[in-house]
Structures are given as structure tokens and as C-alpha cells.
């Protein structure tokens, strides 16, 4: 079976262009299950409730999140309600929602996804993810054999180490959080598929999604100032991991980057079998 897991989703340029490419993705019948990272997806920050509900009917399954998921207060009694909006696992006391379920794929097999926080450069002071993460995916595994898990963090060493942590017991390990794609995917010898960040759906021309001009400011001269959604050419980040589903266990990842045209945008080209 096939998983598509979209990168963190940025504002209303990262929402059309799923709505752009998705469709096609799943009228080809390329993908069982689709999984995107919404932290960002409400005008940059947090989600609400009308935007989770614009890319649920686009064909995205599971909704991950990370340190922005709480942007929007409006988030907070709707996570109790949808139970397809993840949290983090392991945010501390007892916050709203859950950070993992199993759901059927379209082929009508159990997945699990799970949604944790990287501790190392957090803002927050977290549980610690490895026992988090050991603890539920041992509990998922007795319902589903496939689990995918979104692990939102800033340190490389940190996703890396998680990777290799958890390889032979889930299906895959997603990085997120920093929005730059990067080109260390693989499969480990236990049969998890990995990478450390599978990168952002949005804004191209930007600091990972928010307008130049204001953040290269905010760089210069250290003063708060209000961050937003950049425009112009886009560019669409994403991971295919191809899972045997007897047991659970990754056959390939494989990255998916698409970016529009500079100067005149273009339309981004929407197939899977295209490599980064
Ligand atoms: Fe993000
Ligand atoms: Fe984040």
C-alpha cells in the first residue's frame, strides 16, 4: 500500500495547491491513505476548524501538527471533536485531543498515525518524545501493523536518533517542523522508511513560507512584527512510502518536489512517479 504524507501545509497557497494536485493523486488510485501536516495551514499559524474541513474533503485523511497547532484558539474544542486533527503525543499536562489513531485506508487496511514533538530548540518543555512514542506505538501495533509517525522537531540529530529508535517498529518516521525538504530518505535495515524533513507546501518565495521582506527585517533589526503568508510561485513537498502491509514494514520513500515557475508561474505537474 501507499502512503502520501504532504508536508506542512502554508496558508491559502499550500491549500490550493493540494487542492490543485491531490485529486489527481487519488482519482489514479496512486494512493491508499494521505496524511498532511496542518500546523500552518490557517493564514501560516495554527488551523481552524473550516480549514481542517476544506483539505478533509479534498482527500486529505489524517491531519498532523506541531508547535503552531494552538495559533487559533478556535483549535482547542474542536481537537475533542475530530478526532483526524492529531496533537502532539507528547505535549505535557492535559491538553485538548489526541495524538494518534487508526483509521482505515482506502483499501480497507488499519493505520495507525501518531503525531509527536522533538524536545531539543522546542518552545515548550515536552514529555520526552522516545518513551512517548515507545509506549504508543506498542499499543497501536496490537490493532494496526502499518504506523506512520510524523515527528514535528528542530535538531536534525534529534529526528535522526528518533529514526533509528524507532526502525523495525513502525512503518515510517516523517519529519517536519523546519519546512526544507531534505535528500536523506531511506529505508533503515529494520524496514522503517525515514527522512529527516519532508519539507513544505506553499509559498516558494519565502522564508519557509512567510514573506521575505518581513522576516529578513525581523532578522535585522530584532523587533516583533507580524508575520504573513507570502504569494508568487509555489512549491509542493511530499514523501510516498510504499508499506507491505503483512508486515507493516516499508518497501520504499520516495520524495516528491514539485516547484512552480519563477516568472510567469506555471502550473505544478501533478504526478507521483515524478522524482525530486
Ligand atoms: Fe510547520
Ligand atoms: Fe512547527
Not at 498532523?64 to 503525543?89: A, I, Q, Y
Not at 496490537?142 to 526502525?167: P, Q, Y
Not at 519565502?206 to 522576516?215: L, P, Y
Request: net charge negative; hydrophobic share 45%.
Amino acid at each position: 500500500m501507499r502512503l502520501l504524507f504532504i508536508g506542512d501545509v502554508v496558508g491559502k497557497p499550500g491549500r490550493q495547491l493540494v487542492a490543485q494536485l491531490l485529486p489527481s493523486f487519488l482519482q489514479e488510485g496512486q494512493v491508499d491513505l494521505v496524511v498532511a501536516n496542518g500546523e500552518n495551514a490557517a493564514g501560516g499559524l495554527g488551523i481552524t476548524p473550516e480549514v481542517a474541513a476544506e483539505l478533509f474533503a479534498l482527500g486529505v485523511d489524517v491531519l498532523t501538527s506541531g508547535n503552531h497547532l494552538w495559533d487559533k484558539k478556535e483549535v482547542m474544542p474542536f481537537l475533542d471533536r475530530e478526532e483526524r486533527l492529531l496533537r502532539p503525543l507528547n505535549w505535557p499536562g492535559d491538553p485538548p485531543g489526541r495524538g494518534s489513531l487508526i483509521m482505515q485506508s482506502r483499501s480497507g487496511i488499519p493505520v495507525a498515525v501518531v503525531c509527536a514533538m522533538g524536545r531539543v530548540f522546542a518552545p515548550v518543555l515536552l514529555d520526552c518524545p522516545f518513551r512517548a512514542l515507545a509506549r504508543e506505538v506498542e499499543r497501536l501495533r496490537a490493532e494496526a501493523r502499518v504506523v506512520l509517525v510524523d515527528f514535528h522537531a528542530e535538531a536534525t540529530s534529534e529526528k535522526v536518533a528518533m529514526g533509528w529508535f524507532l526502525d523495525g517498529r513502525v512503518s515510517a518516521v516523517i519529519g517536519t517542523h523546519t519546512h526544507v525538504q531534505t535528500a536523506d530518505e531511506a529505508v533503515l535495515p529494520g524496514g522503517t522508511a525515514y527522512i529527516t524533513d519532508v519539507g513544505m507546501t506553499g509559498p516558494w518565495h519565502s522564508v519557509i513560507g512567510m514573506r521575505t521582506e518581513t522576516i529578513v527585517q525581523r532578522f535585522l533589526d530584532q523587533l516583533p512584527s507580524r508575520f504573513d503568508v507570502a504569494r508568487g510561485p509555489r512549491q509542493f513537498n511530499a514523501v510516498v512510502v510504499d508499506v507491505d502491509e503483512s508486515t507493516g514494514m516499508a518497501r520504499s520513500i520516495r520524495r516528491l518536489f514539485h516547484r512552480e515557475a519563477s516568472s510567469p508561474a506555471g502550473p505544478a505537474q501533478g504526478s507521483l512517479d515524478a522524482g525530486p
